[in-house]
């Protein structure tokens, strides 16, 4: 660390902290909580997780995808209108259980996870909660007490049926700060939130808040986290253990592509394992200040690489800075009225649908529009987002499966060059008729082996009685592969041919050598390039068709 380094992270970490002051409360607010709690997570979580993770850019804490899943779990126990200290103690012990989830996985080398979430599962969950959060937040905007846990469609209904009731002061107010939000982002985007609540303050206070009924924050009674150990008992646990669960793994997927993305420009390179330690100490520790649950934050970790954040030391200082506001400033946000943080979160909500990502996935694969689809309604209507999020990683991996359980299988030709060409490329190419060369693209496992089977049963129709397979393009064969390879092996030696194999790599090898298929094949019928496998393969063919054979293709055939 240099003076130069300490100067960027300061100026960063007074970045971030004006950041996170309305985000803290916005968040909080989505998660059902008093914004006091929003600010405990703040001021915890940051320092932790960069000091413990692998990012010198990344900022943890509250963030919008975790805080409404977090809601959506604990709803279902606690009412926190009427239940709020039964529902503050299920979240401080859902960010517990988050925490140790990860510590876990982080200490197992389990990092490799988050691959099979795929990033059009976490495009739809987000665009899906997007939605979720602004319509949720209606009730804010209009001054209309809808039921507690109503679903969107529910939502959009209670509204429209109880307009009359709508208290147009407090639209005002979320409108303003709304706009002010749209128009300040234009010019000032890393200060937008914090301006815009100001405004929208500034409105209630001149048309009157208390008079026409805007609800404000109200008094923080408590500027800094204090020490408690989180309420676990095992029927709690029970309870909230499959949405824990949901919630440690999407935040992990959240906080490690960030990481990704940022060190994409820093150039640093990322431990997932590292950032599974760091997410899950900083939940765990958070847990035990009366913080929730978090993750890796998009906004606030591109301010602080943008604001020119070099080590952790920026989470550090940001987090320090909360803690001077909230102890000589807190009496003010006591004023922050209600409509303003909807009017902000309905921006929030919007910003999280990523158009530019939807718009590739829809020009590129109508399967991974398919699984963006899926997560994205399934977030919107199905009332247990881990449901949702586990629908959707479910539709990716049986489009997987169904991508991979049918290998593509090339037929190839020698090109006047000598080299070998799918005839796709080339139909005026000519094949040998007594050599089918094919080149398979894929692994050869329980789940492809019938696909393949199916073409060398009609393979076996034709007139060839010699097939040499080019399998460059096969990355591993398991023991229901190799089995039917030693079975299909023997058919075409009964046809009086043989099955060949060419460019086989060596962890292909493996199970065939291993499992005695290498041996019971035959060690001829394997070459390692293809010149080789054509030169020993032409000794075998019959040279009295050879001889009225007009074709020839091989170099060996000018000597017939």
């Known amino acids: 660390m240099t003076k130069e380094t300490l100067t960027s992270d300061l100026i960063a970490g007074i970045t971030g902290t004006i950041i996170s002051i309305p985000q803290s409360v916005a968040f909080a607010m989505i998660a059902g909580l008093p914004p006091v709690y929003g600010f405990y997570a703040s001021m915890i979580a940051p320092p932790i997780a960069a000091l413990f993770g692998s990012s010198n850019q990344m900022i943890s804490g509250p963030t919008t995808a975790i805080s409404i899943m977090s ?10 209108t009427s239940q709020l200290d039964d529902f503050v103690m299920l979240s401080i012990l859902m960010a ?3 925490g140790v989830i990860q510590l876990v996985m982080g200490f197992a080398k389990m990092g490799k996870l988050v691959n099979f979430v795929s990033h059009s599962v976490v495009i739809g969950f987000t665009a899906g909660a997007g939605i979720l959060i602004a319509f949720k937040q209606l009730k804010h905007v209009f001054g209309i007490h809808v039921p507690q846990g109503t679903p969107l469609i529910g939502i959009v209904k209670y ?32 200060f937008y939130m914090l301006l815009a609540m100001i405004i929208g303050s500034l409105i209630a206070i001149f048309i009157g808040a208390e008079a026409h009924g805007i609800e404000t924050v109200g008094e923080i009674k408590k500027a800094l986290p204090p020490f408690e150990v989180p309420n676990i008992t095992w029927e709690n646990m029970r309870k909230l253990a499959p949405s824990a669960l949901a919630i440690a793994i999407l935040g992990l997927v959240e906080a490690v592509a960030i990481a990704r993305a940022i060190a994409l420009r820093t150039r640093q390179t990322i431990d997932s394992n590292q950032e599974f330690i760091g997410q899950g100490l900083a939940n765990l520790v958070v847990s035990f200040f009366k913080g929730y649950v978090g993750s890796g934050s998009f906004t606030r970790s591109g301010v602080n690489q943008q604001a020119g954040a070099k080590t952790p030391m920026a989470a550090v200082f940001a987090a320090t800075f909360l803690v001077i506001v909230l102890v000589f400033f807190k009496s003010y946000a006591a004023y922050l009225p209600k409509p303003a943080m909807g009017g902000i979160i309905l921006l929030v909500g919007y910003n999280l649908i990523d158009f530019h990502h939807i718009k590739q996935v829809i020009r590129s694969s109508k399967r991974e529009l398919i699984v963006l689809a899926v997560t994205a309604l399934g977030t919107m209507f199905i009332p247990r987002l881990e449901f949702a999020i586990l629908l959707g990683v479910l539709t990716s991996f049986v489009f997987y499966l169904e991508r991979t359980s049918s290998p593509h299988i090339a037929t190839m030709a020698v090109a006047p060059t000598g080299n070998f060409v799918n005839i796709k490329r080339d139909t005026s190419l000519a094949e040998c008729p007594q050599l089918k060369i094919i080149r398979i693209d894929g692994s050869m496992y329980y789940g492809s082996v019938e696909s393949v089977a199916e073409y060398f049963a009609d393979l076996g129709k034709t007139e060839y009685k010699h097939v040499l397979i080019i399998c460059r393009g096969i990355n591993f064969i398991d ?7 030693s079975y299909e092996a023997e058919k075409w030696k009964e046809k009086g041919g043989g099955l060949y ?6 962890v292909s090898q493996d199970v065939l050598r291993k499992g005695g298929f290498y041996d019971k094949i035959g060690p001829e019928y394997f070459f390692t390039d293809k010149r080789e496998a054509i030169s020993s393969i032409f000794k075998r063919l019959d040279k009295d068709i050879c001889a009225s054979c007009e074709v020839r293709v091989f170099k060996e055939c000018q000597s017939i």
């Open 96 to 98: 517990f259980m988050v």
């Open 71 to 80: 809601f959506a779990a604990i709803k279902n126990f606690a009412d926190p």
């Open 501 to 506: 194999f060419a460019n086989l790599k060596l």
């Open 159 to 190: 509204i429209a049926t109880h307009i009359s009731e709508a208290n147009w002061y407090v639209f005002a107010v979320a409108m303003g700060t709304l706009i002010s939000a749209i128009l300040i982002r234009l010019v000032l985007p890393k």
């Open 479 to 485: 023991l229901a592969a190799a089995e039917w390879l």
